[in-house]
């Protein structure tokens, strides 16, 4: 339909990006020869349900890796790793197992209290020591809201630690709320009995303190169980999301023996040194030889907080450092601890050295892209630097680069603090995707912001995301529609990224800008805010044109299919598949099993079309029934119609295109659209007919029915045109039967304002008449608490005190009198003697 010129697609030169190796403003990102990419990206650590801040990250990097795939045509060979094995997984999976093993023992009531009082008190010895110095007796469940609130108050209420600095709440607040709150849980617990329902959170941590020695771990399926489930509830919610799936996943507990190797290679070159059966990173050694130590986080260096972060909750215990920086690369396995055998005893990998070693496996010395939370960048990503660039050292050819770009994508907060698993400050991604967000909507959210960019979701940011996923929906049902109206059956059917339209009207022209700002926002460290803001500005440039007389469809066409295109390169559309030419428009919100019907088409068109025909054939009947014998233009449409006919026709102009037994089901339904539609149209013409107000209800209602029903249960609105057929649009049923009951409620609250007007209007009729009834000169008469005396008309004349009444005061119950007065000669008139 339109017509195009072919040009090469968008090069992959060009593209500039924020290298957390080079801060600053964006470097250039220098390609391969052959397009390839290699990106390695950190995984989460199984041990617990997902959450949004998971979500902003990993949906944040497949934005990213998409549109390098898809739209800049690179090969990606993306790798994720699985920790599968981490100080957090032991000391989760070993509570749980002490934990059930602790409720399974016979203990009364008394020796339940006395254990929960003992995990009570140490919980809040570790944790909320502000507690123990709140009064002057013990510490007990009775006097631990006034102890709360005298020692955490005003963390409580929004207010800071006295050792926060800057006067706004942080993680260290937030932390405190999530122990306050497990402190608070405990003590119901024992105030009702109920200790292993409500005070698990603090029973968790003393059990582990007194039996963690005990547990046996030569049997790992403990912690494994708990890894392979947790795994396979990360797959699902990324599948959830529409998040691609990584080309290979790693996981740390099939990769021992490559690490102990690895860690012997790094021993051998001299930056790493046994200590009590552990081996730790030599940093002074390291840079000695000429390398740079913490090259993302140089300022971080000494930050004796995150290096025992970084170590893990057990960092107390590894002794033999020779530095307080030195990291582990292997730790000594200690009672309650999983293990593996190595040189140097039995033990586990470091935290860190699992990614250098599963990286380079994959990815060889060097990768391009390596990717993860900015809450990495230090330690993890700089030892994993330190020790991956010990390994590849070599003497005499200097610094080794393991990592030519670092991606790091930045916090979700909540009122101030990073979500975090360790807070308990998040809404898992299974909650959020069944209360408040589609794989769609979220993903928009998350492409408001830069992926670099810190970011706390606001509710304008939600509505932002809202109004532009309404506007490209309505875009797409609107542009379908006039394709339809105008008859347009084939169009474009494709538009490549690097086609251009004929400047043929200012849209076109339009549109070759708006193409030419979202490829200079994507060359900008892949800006999706900007991007969006392109694609929103030609939307409704397009919906402008489309409103016109003479719109040039053929360029709106163009720039539906392109925008389709977009949205399938953002994953926008999770039903998709690339290169995402072959359909206009995008599928459900989130995520489905199959994608027969609608746009993606149906193997039996006939099966498909009978609801519509059905449909078709109940309207006809009903338009019949109403026997409307006078209107010969209704009765010769009743008779002429035939979409059977014109379906016939249709399917066997598809059958001869060869769609592969593939339908496009809203195409082939419009027959029976068009002739429900002109029926209805018909009808609304001939309420219009005086000669036929005796059936003037029954045909408005059979009018509002088959728009607000019967269509509505098919997915399809009516726009009604003055002078014009009513436009024929594919809607899905959910957002039509809202809209209806939304419409619905609208209806209902109007008559329930006007009923209570009318009411109010009635209550103070009767209240006007009631008071009307009193003569004026009984209207003071009464009142002898502010009076004592009246004249003969009923004035008052003297107080209550026998003071004459003021002169001022005289004038205004004068005034209120003859009021009364009109007001009762009215009530008179109206219904007589009194």
């Known amino acids: 339909m339109a017509e195009t010129k072919t040009s090469t697609p968008p090069s992959s030169g060009g593209i500039a990006v924020f290298n957390s190796l080079k801060p600053g403003a964006p470097v250039p990102f220098v390609t391969r020869e052959d397009g390839s990419v290699s990106w390695y990206s950190c995984g989460p650590t199984v041990y617990d349900l997902s959450h949004m801040g998971h979500a902003r ?191 290979s996943i790693t996981r740390v507990t099939e990769y021992v023996p490559q690490i102990v190797e690895f860690i012997d ?61 030195d990291f582990a690369l292997w730790k000594k396995s200690k009672p309650g601890e999983p293990f593996w055998p190595s040189p140097w005893g039995n033990g586990r990998p470091g935290w860190h050295i699992e990614c250098s070693v599963m990286a380079s496996d994959k990815l060889g010395e060097q990768m391009d892209i390596h990717s993860g939370g900015i809450d990495l960048a230090f330690p993890h990503h700089d030892n994993e630097l330190a020790q991956s660039e010990a390994y590849f050292y070599r003497p005499g050819h200097g610094e080794h680069s393991w990592v030519r770009y670092f991606f790091h994508m930045g916090h979700l907060s909540i009122a101030g603090s990073k979500m975090s698993k360790s807070l308990k400050n998040f809404q898992t991604i299974q909650d959020a995707l069944a209360t408040t967000y589609t794989a769609r909507s979220m993903r928009i959210v998350f492409m408001l912001s830069r992926w670099n960019d810190g970011l706390e979701i606001s509710p304008d940011m939600r509505k932002q995301a809202s109004s532009f996923e309404n506007t490209l929906d309505n875009f797409f049902t609107n542009v379908k529609a006039r394709l339809a109206e105008a008859g347009v059956s084939s169009g474009l059917q494709k538009l490549s990224l690097g086609e251009t339209v004929e400047a ?49 469809l053929s360029t709106i066409e163009a720039v539906a299919r392109w925008v389709t295109k977009i949205a399938g390169v953002f994953g926008l559309d999770p039903n998709a598949q690339p290169p995402y030419e072959s359909s206009l428009g995008w599928g459900p919100a989130n995520p489905t099993a199959s994608a027969a019907g609608g746009a993606g088409g149906i193997a039996d068109p006939k099966v498909a079309v009978q609801p519509y025909s059905g449909v078709f054939a109940k309207v006809k009947g009903d338009v019949a029934a109403l026997g409307l014998t006078t209107e010969v233009a209704l009765n010769t449409l009743l008779a002429e119609l035939r979409p059977d006919a014109e379906f016939a026709l249709l399917e066997k102009e598809l059958d001869d295109n060869n769609n592969n037994g593939r339908y496009d089901i809203e195409r082939l339904a419009l027959p029976f659209l068009r002739a429900v539609s002109s029926l209805r149209d018909e009808l609304r013409r001939v309420v219009t007919n005086p000669d036929n107000k005796d059936k003037k209800a029954a045909v408005l209602a059979l009018s509002d029915r088959i728009r607000d029903y019967d269509l509505v249960e098919l997915g399809v609105q009516l726009d009604d045109q003055p002078d014009r057929p009513s436009l024929i649009k594919f809607v899905p049923v959910a957002k039509l039967v809202a809209a209806r009951e939304e419409k619905a409620a609208a209806v209902a609250e109007k008559a329930r304002l006007k009923e209570e007007a009318q009411r109010a209007r009635e ?15 009984d209207l003071y008469r009464n009142n002898t608490a502010d009076f004592s005396a009246w004249d003969a008309d009923g004035l008052p004349t003297k107080l209550a005190d026998g003071s004459d009444v003021p002169k001022t005061q005289s004038k205004r119950l004068k005034k209120e009198w003859d009021r009364q007065k009109k007001l009762h000669e009215s009530y008179l008139e109206k219904f007589g003697s009194a």
């Open 57 to 247: 990250n990993y949906v944040s990097t497949d934005v990213i890796r998409r549109i390098l795939m898809h739209y800049f045509d690179l090969k990606v060979n993306f790798v994720m790793n699985i920790t599968d094995v981490d100080d957090k997984i032991i000391i989760k999976a070993r509570r749980k197992r002490l934990y059930d093993l602790e409720r399974e023992k016979p203990y009364t009531p008394a020796q339940r209290h006395a254990l929960a009082t003992a995990a009570f008190l140490a919980y809040a010895h570790a944790n909320l020591p502000l507690l123990e110095v709140a009064g002057d007796s013990p510490l007990d469940e009775l006097n631990y809201l006034a102890r709360r609130d005298a020692a955490y108050g005003t963390v409580l209420t929004g207010g800071v630690l006295p050792t926060t600095e800057g006067g706004k709440p942080g993680d260290a607040e937030a932390k405190t709320k999530m122990h306050v709150a497990n402190m608070d849980a405990a003590a119901r617990g024992l105030q009702t009995g109920s200790v292993f329902d409500d005070a698990e959170e603090i029973l968790l941590p003393y059990l582990d303190s007194l039996y963690k020695e005990t547990i046996d771990t030569s049997d790992q399926t403990m912690f494994t169980d708990l890894t392979k489930s947790m795994e396979k509830l990360f797959t699902d919610d990324m599948d959830a999301l529409n998040v691609l799936p990584p080309d």
């Open 265 to 325: 290679g790094i021993i051998a070159k001299g930056f790493a040194y046994e200590a009590n059966a552990s081996v730790y990173f030599d940093i002074d050694a390291f840079e000695k030889a000429g390398n740079t130590y913490a090259r993302l986080r140089p300022e971080s260096k000494n930050d004796k907080a995150l290096q025992e972060e970084g170590e893990g909750s057990l960092s107390k215990s590894l002794a033999g450092k020779r530095r307080p920086g």
């Open 504 to 552: 043929k009207s200012s849209l076109a022209a339009e549109f070759e800008q708006a193409k030419a700002d979202l490829d200079a926002a994507l060359r900008s460290s892949f800006d999706t805010p900007a991007a969006l803001q392109v694609i929103l500005r030609l939307v409704r440039n397009a919906n402008v044109s489309m409103s016109e007389p003479s719109a040039d």
């Open 763 to 777: 209550k103070a009729e009767e209240e006007k008449w009631a008071k009307a009834k009193t003569p004026p000169q």
